[in-house]
């Protein structure tokens, strides 16, 4: 059994009325259902007219699909996370991913330029045991995605706004502007200009307030690539503060790594196994 299987008995769906609300878990740290949970009594203020009809993470009681709205937390990394994530595409009306695992394969997709095997052979004690793709991708590489609510984790805020947009029935307001955006609002500093600090915050969509910058950290690109990131020119910008090729890689392959813009610019970078830098 993976850690992504459902042990617990699913009772009939009762459902009357009520849109039904159905929370899936795949390879991930579970930060994001937590940020769920986190909502307390802005979940309450929807939870009225809303149906929580499966969410292992919360609750023993759950009822069978169809659902009306499913939020997928997590990237596929197994033979059986491709299976049911088919399945659960085939029994939600609305299929929202959330965090940078579900959205853009994770930290753990750092493994996807390694040999895997090899990992497995050091880490575990038996091998044959272990049923893994050599890949950890997001979820929209497989099904169909109606939304993607980026972050490590999600921002409760935005997670709120996405549910009482579909019960609107209108389209979710999330900015897609820079963390850049976020550090002028709070008055922070640009820790590049005033600290030679590397940060990601130019081309990473806003989201966490600019947590990172305020704390006089680099942005680590949580929240994904914005909307047209000019990467060569953060790219450039950090050859200036002294990095090299790999340092530059390495920046790029972070929480959100394996999203294309990051991923493409990360390769312009890439240092060949052997090469002395």
């Known amino acids: 059994m993976t850690a992504t299987e459902v042990t617990t008995e699913v009772k009939p769906s009762t459902k009357v009325g009520n849109p039904t609300l159905a929370v899936w878990k795949f390879a991930s740290c579970d930060g994001c259902q937590l940020s769920l949970l986190d909502c307390e009594d802005d979940l309450l203020a929807v939870a009225g007219r809303l149906d ?6 919360a609750s023993s009681g759950m009822m069978a699909g169809p659902y009306d709205v499913s939020l997928v937390e997590g990237s596929i990394t197994t033979p059986g996370d491709l ?8 029994q939600s009306g609305l299929l929202i991913t959330i965090g940078a695992c579900a959205t853009s394969g994770g930290i753990q997709a750092l493994r996807n330029g390694a040999d895997v095997s090899e990992f497995i052979g050091i880490v575990y004690a038996h091998p044959e045991f272990i049923s893994t793709l050599d890949t950890s991708t997001p979820i929209a590489d497989h099904v169909t995605v109606d939304f993607e609510l980026r972050g490590c984790p999600i ?7 996405t549910i009482a947009a579909h019960l609107a029935g209108r389209p979710p307001r999330i900015p897609t502007t820079s963390v850049c955006v976020q550090c002028k609002a709070r008055g922070t500093p640009c820790i590049m200009v005033s600290q030679g600090t590397p940060c990601l915050g130019p081309v990473t969509q806003g989201g966490c307030n600019a947590l990172c910058p305020t704390y006089n950290r680099g942005c680590y690109g949580c929240f994904g690539p914005m909307e047209s990131p000019n990467t060569a020119a953060l790219a450039q910008q950090f ?25 493409e610019e990360a390769d312009k970078h890439e ?5 002395n830098q």
């Open 239 to 263: 050859t200036h503060l002294g990095l090299t090729d790999s340092e530059i890689a390495r920046t790029f392959r972070s929480y959100s790594g394996w999203a294309q813009a990051f991923r």
């Open 52 to 57: 929580i009809a499966y969410f292992p993470e």
């Open 83 to 90: 299976k049911r994530i088919k399945e659960i595409r085939e």
């Open 271 to 275: 240092i060949p196994q052997g090469t």
């Open 155 to 161: 921002d409760r805020g935005q997670l709120v706004e």
